[in-house]
């Protein structure tokens, strides 16, 4: 079974309690909340099936619909004047706001999927989708090989230190690193002090080592980065001698990892006569640069 993050740092809305300036209720739910199993079906468009959001349609017998399927309806063709052909009735009839609906499904709210992982929202049903695709508690999974864990951008990076033993190496936008990469050593942990979390994966191949990045985090929004990534046969006074091999990434791959680690679409091979050090290790320098979009 997957080993799962339950993420401490956050309480669950059970243990946090709500105090509202009245009195609570005595489980612990505000005033007029109430717990409700129902039937998502009636929470969805009789034609796509999507969660309704306002505005919402009924036709006369109460078939309830959303207002991109009235649009298709209407460009159709099924308008008639003021009436529309319903395709659940299988007549024309006449379509109006259905607000009570509307009231109602503004007032249904589901937990969010991550909340195992520390996300306490309650988000509206028709939020939900939009919601789960920016949440940053979304689960981010460890890479290595057979360990199956996932969770929270913070406890993975616990679960990296604490069961895995890496040292992340702290590091500044705009500013070059130095990093030596060990032959066998498949992933190199960066960290800036924002929590953004870079590994700088170290794949063997028969002529040498191809070294790409890749941003870990559950979603693509947010910031983006780029990369420079080079290594030579030695750095004198600042000023790279000898071979040279560089790379650029004008927008680094953000991953969950949960499908593993791929080599990305930019790598830098470094060739075995680079490793300028006498374990033979090679040394590059890196730059990571932040930029929004
Ligand atoms: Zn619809
Ligand atoms: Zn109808
Ligand atoms: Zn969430
Ligand atoms: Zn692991």
């Not at 290595?144 to 604490?162: P, S, V």
């Not at 705009?174 to 050593?185: C, D, G, Q, T």
């Not at 593993?260 to 060739?271: A, C, E, I, R, T």
């Not at 006569?273 to 040394?283: I, K, M, R, V, Y």
Request: charged share 20%.
């Amino acid at each position: 079974m997957a080993e799962v993050a339950a993420c401490k740092r956050f309480k669950t809305e059970t243990e946090v309690g709500v105090k509202p300036d009245g009195a609570a209720a005595e489980d612990g739910r505000p005033d007029g909340e109430i717990s409700v199993k129902i039937n998502s079906e009636a929470l969805r468009c009789r034609i796509c099936v999507e969660p309704l959001k306002p505005p919402i349609f009924k036709c006369k017998a109460g078939h309830v619909l959303c207002s991109p399927c009235l649009e298709k309806l209407l460009a159709a063709g099924h308008a008639l004047k003021l009436d529309i052909f319903c395709d659940l009735c299988c007549k024309t009839t006449s379509y109006r706001r259905c607000v009570e609906l509307e009231q109602f499904s503004n007032a249904i709210k589901v937990p969010c999927s991550n909340q195992t992982y520390g996300c306490n929202e309650y988000i509206r049903y028709h939020e939900k989708v939009k919601h789960e695709s920016e949440c940053t508690h979304a689960p981010c999974h460890c890479p290595e090989t057979d360990c199956t864990f996932r969770g929270a951008i913070c406890c993975l990076l616990e679960h990296f230190i604490n069961a895995h033993g890496w040292s992340p190496t702290n590091f500044s936008y705009n500013k070059p690193l130095k990093v030596s990469v060990a032959h066998n050593h498949r992933f190199t942990l960066l960290v800036r002090e924002d929590q953004s979390m870079f590994l700088l994966t170290n794949t063997l191949t028969g002529i040498g080592n191809a070294l790409s990045m890749v941003c870990v985090r559950p979603h693509e929004s947010g910031p983006n980065y780029s990369y420079n990534i080079s290594a030579a046969n030695s750095v004198v006074s600042g000023k790279a001698e000898g071979r040279l091999v560089f790379q650029k990434d004008p927008l680094v791959s953000s991953s969950s990892l949960s499908g593993g680690v791929q080599l990305g679409k930019f790598f830098l091979l470094v060739p075995p006569e680079l490793a300028d050090n006498p374990s033979g290790e090679p040394t590059v320098h890196i730059r990571v640069d932040r930029f929004v979009a």
